[in-house]
């Protein structure tokens, strides 16, 4: 695996054949998906970057999916791809889906990942960020100490765990590594989907969508959004998963992926 930190984007790089480019959701890096990028790399060249304000990617004050696909467009032009199979996980579901609407020529196929086209209810999201901000960061020597402070407020250890992600110490001082207050100021945003803008497009290439039954970001109501943008979409649950259905069932997610892929791209 190759990592690449310029004065624009972070993102690592892993395998060969036909590009897929891997989307992280909220709070995660070029890291996150990296499971699934081990098993994909096999048959595809993986390019997994981390999205503006995560990781070591630059910090913006805007963070709508309309700037995150320019983002991802010039990584692609970096990388010499000119068309790409995309695959997102929440957020960066909504990052592909944008960047396939808006640019289908650039797009081969697409997977999301326990996304729809829809918006949602930001105050869970807002909750978490408050708790976050909230934390006395002079004080935390270790994510540990962390961890303990959010117990109470953020009671689903896997939750904690994932958030303090981005809480890096050095010389005994804690900090964010992604921009928390941008993130917070932009939920609606990034809660949201950019229908108004697009609502004339549609992405006629092959897209699935796997989802998790019991998680609610992909429900029955949703379907008619779905089909009315990517009108060839397939819609598979995945039982016995959260949200983050590729760390509950790695081995269906990861068959379900690659059948897709080799099928249709």
Not at 116 to 122: G, I, L, M, N, R
Not at 153 to 158: A, F, Y
């Amino acid at each position: 695996m190759a990592d690449s930190t310029d004065k624009h984007w972070e993102y690592s790089t892993d395998g060969k054949g036909e590009p897929l480019i891997l989307l992280h959701g909220l709070f995660g890096t070029h890291r996150t998906l990296g499971g699934l990028a081990k098993q994909l790399k096999q048959d595809y060249r993986i390019i997994s970057p981390s999205l503006r304000n995560h990781g070591g990617s630059p910090w913006k004050d805007e963070m709508d999916y309309h700037g995150q696909t320019r983002d991802l467009l010039q990584i692609m032009d970096r990388e010499h791809v000119r068309r790409a199979c995309l695959l997102g996980h929440s957020m960066g579901g909504k990052v592909a889906m944008t960047l396939a609407m808006e640019h289908p020529n650039r797009c081969r196929a697409l997977v999301v990942l326990d996304n729809a086209p829809v918006s949602y209810d930001s105050h869970s999201l807002r909750s978490y960020c408050e708790h976050l901000l909230q934390l006395p960061l002079k004080e935390i020597k270790t994510r540990q100490q962390a961890d303990e402070l959010l117990q109470e407020k953020i009671p689903e250890s896997q939750v904690r765990t994932y958030l303090l992600t981005n809480l890096v110490t050095r010389d005994n001082q804690a900090r964010w590594r992604c921009n928390l207050e941008a993130i917070y100021r932009s939920l609606d945003r990034i809660s949201g989907f950019p229908t108004p803008q697009i609502q004339h497009n549609a992405y006629p290439g092959p897209t699935l969508f796997l989802y998790s039954p019991d998680s609610g970001y992909l429900r029955p109501g949703h379907l008619p959004e779905i089909h009315r943008y990517f009108p060839q979409a397939i819609c598979t649950a995945v039982e016995n998963t959260g949200h983050w259905l590729h760390v509950d069932q790695p081995r269906e997610v990861t068959r379900q992926i690659q059948d897709f892929l080799k099928t249709h791209s």
